[in-house]
């Protein structure tokens, strides 16, 4: 250990491998990296073929089963896993619980109380509006997110943001967020989400020009941070700038710019979100394993993993039960009126429900103030 602690080039390697949750090309793939692969091949003209375009909605179809329904169902396993304690106890603080209510109890019991009432109604007007809320905090939702993972993967680099430096970067995500909603919704249309109707917000052409200038000038103020952070700090965590740009950008500013774009791009959001989860669980079930009595040296990553299987195996089955197999049995079996409707009621609420909820869930236990966040840095 002294050895080691006098050889300058080992200590580096250390601290670089510490600041990697896998290793630099692995975080940086998973983080939003394989973007740049994923949206040249879904716009080949080869897809344009209607046989050919079939097989791309079938590979994103299976991409639900493989990450966005875990993705969703870890959020649930986080937010619940002693979930009395954690607003009982004496380690969440105040804030934190209040969090916690909202998210678990409040948020929930207010969108089913929504989709039951709207459901009952004579048309799918009401219901239809559960779509605009579902794409309004999906966005938002995403820039969070990258903006997040990019000041914990910038932390464990020993990178450091000021306060203003956050305020701005945090500030350009949701402008940006807020002006690809705003392209949206700026023109009267309509669409169908699970067979339920929906109009956009046909928000005001006035407002166009000016929140434009916004997100154009916010834009710039960003990528000057970033220039004088690397003037003073020539070390800046990429991958964490990747997470920020990638979320921000293609995900959420581009993501209508073709229309095979918008079908991967929750598996690409999904991928970053299970990088982080996967990383906190596998800490978290190490110390487990060390305050059971494990000998440090012998607790391996697979026996680690092995101790994960129930967390893996509940986040990868309950996705395909809860949110797929049984809206498709309720939409079977219980009358309702299809021609107002449609034929997938159970499905469009199920659905609803779970992207909603789950900005509200990641609202409350993605926080610095969370113990468990700890884990993110180990």
Not at 81 to 108: D, Q
Not at 205 to 216: C, K
Not at 229 to 238: A, I, Q
Request: proline share 5%; glycine share 6%; with cysteine.
């Amino acid at each position: 250990m002294g050895e080691q602690a006098a050889n300058p080039a080992a200590q580096a390697a250390t601290a670089k491998a510490h600041a990697s949750i896998i290793s630099p090309v692995w975080d940086f793939m998973l983080v939003g990296g394989v973007t740049l692969f994923i949206i040249p091949f879904v716009m080949l003209p080869v897809w344009d073929a209607e046989a050919n375009s079939k097989w791309l909605a079938f590979i994103a179809y299976c991409l639900i089963f493989v990450l966005n329904l875990p993705h969703f169902i870890h959020g649930y396993q986080l937010l619940y896993r002693g979930y009395g304690e954690k607003l009982t106890g004496t380690v969440y603080s105040k804030a934190n619980k209040i969090r916690l209510f909202i998210a678990g109890i409040a948020a929930p019991a207010a969108l089913i109380g929504f989709l039951v009432y709207a459901a009952t109604q004579p048309d799918s007007t009401l219901l239809g509006y559960g779509t605009n809320v579902m794409l309004l905090t999906l966005g938002w939702h995403y820039v969070k997110q990258g903006y997040g993972i990019m000041i914990a993967l910038s932390v464990r680099k020993k990178v450091f943001f000021d306060q203003t430096e956050k305020n701005i970067l945090l500030a350009n995500a949701y402008i940006t967020w807020l002006y690809s909603w705003f392209v949206l919704n700026s023109h009267e249309g309509s669409d169908v989400f699970q067979g339920v109707p929906y109009s956009t917000v046909n928000l005001p052409e006035a407002w166009r020009d000016p929140v434009l200038l916004a997100f154009v000038i916010w834009s710039i103020i960003a990528g000057g941070i970033m220039i004088k952070k690397f003037d003073r700090h020539p070390t800046l965590c990429v991958n964490g700038l990747a997470a920020y740009v990638f979320a921000v950008y293609p995900w959420v500013l581009f993501a209508f710019a073709h229309p095979n774009i918008i079908i991967f791009v929750p598996a690409l959001h999904s991928l970053q979100y299970i990088l982080c989860v996967w990383k906190l669980v596998y800490e978290r079930t190490r110390e487990k394993i060390a305050q059971a009595g494990g000998a440090a040296p012998a607790i391996t990553a697979k026996l680690v993993f092995k101790n994960m299987l129930p967390f893996l195996t509940v986040g990868f089955g309950a996705g395909a039960l809860l949110f797929v197999m049984l809206p498709l049995w309720l939409d079977s079996i219980v009358p309702y009126d299809r021609e107002a409707f449609g034929p997938s009621l159970f499905v469009y609420c199920f659905l609803i429900f779970l992207n909603i909820h789950h900005y509200f869930i990641d609202f409350a236990i993605w926080r610095k103030d969370n113990p468990e966040m700890r884990y993110l840095f180990k």
